[in-house]
């Protein structure tokens, strides 16, 4: 099967910088990403997304890096704001339209 | 409605007893999803539904588990002589056409909460 894994179990920041979530993937013929962010009790939230034949993609507040030669994945949040202390998974298509997730990264914002 | 909705959001049960998980996608929605998601880990793929039929049910761990989508849109995810292992939250997800390539986006529901005594 496919193999998605984070970097840091858990992450802490100031209010108002910037953060940075890491994520391995194993499969070079993936070719699609999406990070998703997650609140105690809900299900997950799309946040950004990325095809494999690109290697940045920016949105609002939120910019997703992808570099295929190391099979990693990042996530970076401007400004991290309190309502961003979320857990973050970042997913993989597989073959067909499977979708394998990481095991997160908890993100906490100290105010 | 205005999301993915789940019920029930909590499910108790005893091993070796019979549940249904329900999930109604985002109206308009031809594909359906459904993962496990253990305590501390990722969501699991389980099966994925185009339309009425499972395009993959490749992630469903054993017969136990079955998902039907008999009229493209509510979805039930069964599962037969319940075990402790089985306790997770499952999450249904949908998008509005899915398929290989498309990248659509996939709205969770809030998902049921399962637990096997």
């Known amino acids: 099967g496919e193999s998605v894994g984070l970097h840091l179990p858990t992450l802490s920041v100031q209010e108002g910088d910037n953060s940075i979530i890491n994520c391995a993937y194993s499969n070079s013929a993936s070719d699609y990403f999406i990070w998703y962010k997650q609140e105690s009790g809900k299900g997950p939230q799309f946040i950004i997304d990325?095809?494999?034949?690109?290697d940045k993609r920016q949105g609002q507040r939120v910019t997703v890096l992808l570099n295929k030669t190391v099979k990693h994945l990042s996530l970076q949040i401007a400004a991290t704001q309190p309502g961003d202390s979320a857990v973050y998974f970042c997913a993989e298509r597989g073959s067909g339209n499977q979708f394998y997730f990481g095991t997160g990264t908890s993100l906490t914002v100290i105010p | 409605g205005a999301g993915v909705s789940q019920t029930p959001s909590n499910k108790v049960t005893e091993k070796g007893k019979y549940v249904e998980l329900r999930c109604d996608p985002i109206s308009g929605h031809t594909a359906l999803y459904w993962y496990r998601q253990s305590l501390g880990q990722g969501p699991e793929f389980l099966i994925y539904f185009q339309g009425t039929g499972a395009a993959d049910d490749s992630g469903l761990p054993n017969d136990r588990f079955f998902a039907v989508r008999p009229e493209g849109s509510v979805s039930t995810l069964k599962i037969q002589r319940t075990e402790r292992g089985d306790s997770a939250v499952y999450l249904c997800?949908?998008?509005?056409?899915?398929?290989?390539?498309?990248?659509?986006?996939?709205?969770f529901g809030p998902g049921t909460r399962l637990t096997v005594l």
């Open positions: 990325i095809r494999s034949n690109m």
């Open positions: 997800a949908s998008s509005l056409f899915g398929g290989p390539s498309s990248t659509d986006t996939q709205y």
